[in-house]
């Protein structure tokens, strides 16, 4: 049963005062659940509330935190904010994983913002995040959709070369 899509936001968000009433804490599986809720449900302002919420109260979101909010802020175009909020938490010592930059990739093409998506590729070297042959069907997907045969040939070439195989 998806427990998000019972009643909306407000009621979401509800649990956390009936909880805090009974004298519990939420830990992060309910705070993943809410915000993959706000996310799921477009409520992409209250998700990054809370969010906010979150860290206010002194509790360090897990990644899986951070890449539903990404997930869900490139789903609703929302694409400068989560390059943003990607900056933010890489600088607060958060490792982005294969995920993370994924979802922004899917953000991208989505948008027609290829340039944008590759250019998330060195960063992804940089950090130690490989890429793997969901990044690649992504990408290769998008330029296909382009009619740029060349460039999904080159991205193929590449993801030979680098051994990257599904499994």
Same mark, same amino acid.
Request: charged fraction near 10%; proline fraction near 0%.
């Given at each position: 049963m998806d427990y998000a899509n019972l009643g909306g936001y407000p009621d979401m968000l509800d649990i956390l005062y009936v909880m805090h009433a009974r004298g519990q804490c939420p =830990?992060? %599986?309910t705070y993943n659940i809410l915000l993959d809720g706000l996310c799921r449900s477009r409520h992409l302002e209250e998700a990054v509330e809370l969010f906010l919420k979150i860290i206010g109260k002194g509790i360090r979101p897990n990644v899986v935190a951070? =890449? %539903?909010?990404i997930n869900g802020l490139c789903k609703g175009g929302r694409l400068?904010?989560?390059q943003q909020f990607a900056w933010h %938490?890489? =600088? =607060?010592?958060?490792q982005l994983n294969v995920l993370t930059y994924n979802a922004m990739i899917v953000g991208f093409c989505k948008e027609g913002l290829f340039n944008e998506a590759m250019a998330l590729l060195p960063e992804m070297d940089k950090n130690s995040c490989f890429l793997d042959i969901v990044t690649y069907e992504i990408l290769i997907r998008a330029v296909l959709e382009k009619n740029e045969n060349h460039k999904s040939g080159k991205l193929l070439c590449r993801m030979i070369s680098k051994?990257?195989?599904r499994q």
């Open positions: =830990n992060f %599986i951070c =890449n %539903i909010l400068k904010t989560t %938490i890489h =600088n =607060n010592g958060y051994r990257v195989m």
